[in-house]
């Protein structure tokens, strides 16, 4: 069976596909200081079963928001919520790779992606992505991000494996600067994030996965790296979390 196929029954059931909470969200938003009653265009990007799509759709009164992702199976349950939350009308999904994307220069007032951009990576992704966005305009991100300037090798060569891009906050500001954007915002996702709002819940669903899948190696394959990505984060949580990067597109134009 295709490995994607079985990461989606593993997640699509999930109200998020990474580590993040409401009220991080809305911090997210207040500090990228939009203009809630205007009109705007936002792109998510990595959306999933889209848990910040689907608030800032109810957040924002006049905005519309293209929802990514190259799965359309979390797509088709992200409309399904929508419609159920009465925001339909406000969002259009796009099944698309984030390192492919149809968009026209400068579309966009808000890029929004939460948890995804490692998957093309932060520095290909915050470059590629500027010219979509209208300057002035705001891109928040979040990204695996060390929070500390030492660390122990056992989590060092972890995340160097999974992940060579991760690094300190000062590293990622210094990539946005050289991008095009000048951060306006960063916090870090609190531990309930990682725990309560996603690896708790993700654990609950093993048995179900393994049993639909009857056991089978690959499934057994995927919950066995769940579960080593958990007990990483549980041993070595004081080490890295997932930073929230909030930065302002340069306006070229006033920079002479
Ligand atoms: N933003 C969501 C999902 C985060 S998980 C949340 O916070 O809950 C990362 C998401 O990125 C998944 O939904 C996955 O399907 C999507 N993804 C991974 N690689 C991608 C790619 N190359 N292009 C578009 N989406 C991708």
Redesign the pocket.
């Known amino acids: 069976m295709d490995n994607f196929q079985l990461l989606i029954d593993l ?1 699509k059931s999930a109200n ?3 580590p ?1 909470g409401e009220p991080e969200t809305i911090k997210a938003l207040d500090l990228a200081l939009v203009d809630r009653s205007a009109p705007l265009k936002v792109a ?6 889209g ?2 799509t689907l608030l800032l759709a109810q957040l924002l009164n006049k905005v519309h928001i293209t929802a ?4 359309p199976e ?1 797509l088709e349950v992200l409309e399904d919520k929508a419609k159920s939350l009465g925001v339909f009308e406000r969002i259009t999904t796009l099944a ?4 492919d994307l149809p968009f026209t220069n400068e579309e966009f007032n808000v890029l929004w ?4 951009i490692y ?2 990576g932060f520095e290909k992704g915050v470059r590629d992505w500027n010219r979509f966005l209208k300057p002035g305009g705001v891109l928040v991100v979040s990204e695996i991000t060390w929070i500390t300037d030492t660390r122990p090798e056992e989590i060092q060569d972890y995340w160097s494996a999974e992940y060579p891009e991760i690094d300190v906050a000062s590293a990622k500001f210094r990539i946005l600067e050289k991008h095009g954007y000048s951060p306006i915002g960063y916090f870090v996702l609190p531990e309930y994030c990682w725990l309560e709002n996603y690896y708790r819940l993700l654990q609950n669903r093993y048995e179900a996965f393994l049993n639909q899948h009857g056991h089978s190696e690959q499934a057994r394959a995927i919950v066995d790296a769940e579960k080593q990505e958990i007990e990483m984060y549980e041993k070595c949580k004081a080490y890295y979390s997932y930073g929230v990067y909030i930065a302002r597109k340069l306006n070229k134009q006033n920079l002479k």
């Open positions: 997640h998020r596909q990474g993040g998510d990007i990595g959306c999933g079963t848990a910040s990514v992702d190259f799965l979390f698309c790779s984030m390192d992606s939460e948890g995804a998957n093309m």
